[in-house]
């Protein structure tokens, strides 16, 4: 028996014109496009049925022979005949002949537990094996050719068996339809293991790398299926990430095949780097994380953990390819999950090598609980104690950009009411002393905290400023030190007590140098009295020694008053 195949064109019946290939891609993303078809007409048949007729889960070959053939797929079964199946189908014959002890056994039943498509790709075969008409379409062609080549439908029992003629339909859309070619991908999740033995996964993948990386975005055609290529205009249009929405709806085995083809034909490592990242976004929002106890065992777990995984070793090695904040997504995702700490290292490692070059918002991280902060701390906080244990080889330049980073971070997200204290701390606490030029900073960080948090107790406010040391702040921070009624009672009257000292310093060291000054005019007036014969010296010496006791008596009165800010101090402590 031979078939007829028409390739697609427009059906009849439609109420708006189709195109072969990428159709009405203006308009819509995939889903928003109807199927080309592909109607399969037969020649002349060797068994004469009328039709096939589903009963509850019989499927019934009408027909004046009776059936004498019963194949049972799933939960359907199948009431044939032998002639027509058989000689069509290699697999059929074998079981046929071993089932029936060579022939003599007339009522069979076969059963098939694998097929791939299962009974309705198995419908399908049935119908061309009776010669009826049916419609070959995207969403059935690669389940229809996986069971072509189980059942061993080859031309080598018949010219223009069902392979053949399946592999024709399935090339013309892979090769002129990017719409299509994804619905055959989404057809081909239930039978991966077919699909990627018989190269479908890997054709579709490399016709829509293909396309993406020479922006072959659009085949259209006439009612007669012309092809022809996109019009420049339309290109231009778009832009080179046209194809980001349609590559994020595929599963992540198929994305992975995808990615990968298109790394292999050259495409931009900055376009790859963004498609995984659109596609991680769009795939973080529509899963819920177990945070607090994340179950190793449950099946849901290991899929994100297998899928998180896959997304690392994906990633474009090139500079630049990927952005930080991506990474540190990529980076909490992947502690959630608990992937493996190989991965996890080398992800730290990466994102410590941006950090010199990152801006706040770039470590902005959002926290997946209700009750937690809205950003999370604690990954900043595990990226800048992997970048200090690398910091020895590091300009001392490099680590004072990464110090202020933090302290502008910690400004940030110091105005979030549900960020603990600890949280702060942590971060706070992690860069050393020669990571900042001083302390202005941090001081303004935790200033903003104490604001944000009026709330908070003696003892965590105190916990909260030990870091802040009095010699590493500006005067203009000291001078607004001394008017900040935020700061711990403690904290506050060490300050004060500095400040005190540092005055009486400056004072100190104004007069002596002033003490100099005169003392060395004095002498040279001496030696000019001592030459014109008219010199006062003890009246100079008077004065200098009433100069001396005053400032005696300065420092004597400061001392005073340090005695009693310390007493203060110890009754407020009682």
């Known amino acids: 028996m031979y078939s007829r195949f028409a390739f697609p064109g427009f059906i009849k019946s439609t109420s708006r014109k189709k195109s072969v290939g990428r159709e009405n891609l203006d308009q819509g993303s995939v889903s928003d496009v109807k199927d080309n078809r592909c109607v399969i007409v037969p020649v002349s048949v060797t068994m004469v049925a009328k039709t096939l007729e589903k009963k509850d889960n019989n499927w019934i070959a009408q027909s004046t022979a009776a059936s004498d053939l ?43 537990d694998n097929l791939p498509g299962g009974a309705k790709a198995f419908e399908l075969a049935v119908r061309f094996c009776y010669g009826w008409k049916f419609d070959l379409t995207s969403s059935n062609i690669a389940p229809l050719y996986c069971a072509a080549h189980f059942l061993e439908m080859s031309d080598d029992l018949e010219q223009g068996n069902l392979i053949s003629k399946s592999e024709a339909f399935l090339s013309f859309l892979i090769f002129t ?23 479908i996964l890997k054709r579709c993948s490399e016709s829509i790398s293909l396309k993406a990386c020479t922006n072959l975005k659009d085949f259209s055609s006439g009612e007669e299926g012309a092809n022809c290529l996109p019009a420049k205009s339309k290109v231009e249009e778009e832009g080179d990430n046209w194809w980001f929405e349609d590559v994020s709806l595929l ?17 931009r490592p900055n376009l790859v780097g963004s498609c995984i990242a659109h596609w991680t976004t769009k795939w973080l929002s529509k899963i819920t994380f177990e945070v607090d106890t994340p179950n190793p065992k449950n099946m849901t777990h290991q899929l994100h ?96 950009a990464v110090g202020r980073l933090v302290d502008g971070y910690l400004t940030l997200v110091a105005r979030d009411e549900k960020l603990k204290v600890k949280s702060f701390q942590s971060l706070a606490k992690v860069l050393p002393k020669d990571a900042r030029y001083c302390d202005d900073n941090l001081y303004r960080a935790t200033d903003m905290y104490l604001k944000a948090h009026p709330n908070l107790i003696e003892e965590e406010r105190t916990s909260l400023c030990k870091f802040l040391e009095y010699h590493r702040l500006s005067q203009e921070v000291r001078e607004h030190v001394m008017k900040n009624n935020r700061l711990p009672l403690k904290i506050a ?18 007069g002596s140098s002033l003490q100099k000054t005169k003392t060395h005019a004095i002498l040279r ?33 400061l001392q005073m008053c340090k005695l009693k800010l310390l007493k203060q101090l110890k009754r407020c402590n009682v």
């Open 177 to 199: 339809s990017w719409k299509d070619t994804f619905q055959i991908l989404k057809s081909c999740e239930a039978i991966s293991p077919w699909a990627k033995e018989l190269q």
């Open 493 to 510: 009257t060490r300050f004060i007590l500095l400040e005190q000292v540092n005055m009486t310093r400056s004072k100190t060291t104004v």
């Open 70 to 112: 019963i194949v049972q797929v799933g939960g359907s079964n199948f009431h044939l005949h032998k002639v027509p199946m058989v000689s069509r189908s290699g697999y059929l014959n074998r079981m046929v002949f071993e089932k029936s002890n060579g022939g003599r056994e007339t009522n069979l039943k076969i059963q098939i």
């Open 251 to 267: 599963r992540i085995d198929h994305f992975i095949e995808v990615i990968q083809s298109m790394k292999s034909k050259g495409m």
């Open 305 to 400: 953990r297998v899928t998180t995984e896959c997304l690392i070793r994906v990633l474009p090695t090139e500079e630049n390819s990927v952005t930080c904040n991506f990474l540190l997504h990529l980076l909490k995702a992947g502690l959630v999950m608990q992937i493996n700490s190989a991965l996890l290292e080398a992800l730290e490692q990466r994102i410590t090598c941006m950090l010199e070059q990152c801006r706040v918002s770039d470590l902005l991280v959002k926290n997946y609980g209700d009750e937690d902060s809205v950003y999370d701390v604690g990954i900043v906080s595990r990226v800048a104690e992997a970048y200090l244990s690398l910091a020895s080889s590091n300009l001392r330049s490099k680590i004072l």
């Open 525 to 557: 007036a001496n030696n000019k009295s001592l030459e014109k014969g008219w010199i006062k010296s003890q009246k100079e010496i008077k004065k200098m020694t009433k100069e001396v006791e005053t400032m005696k008596v300065q420092l004597n009165d």
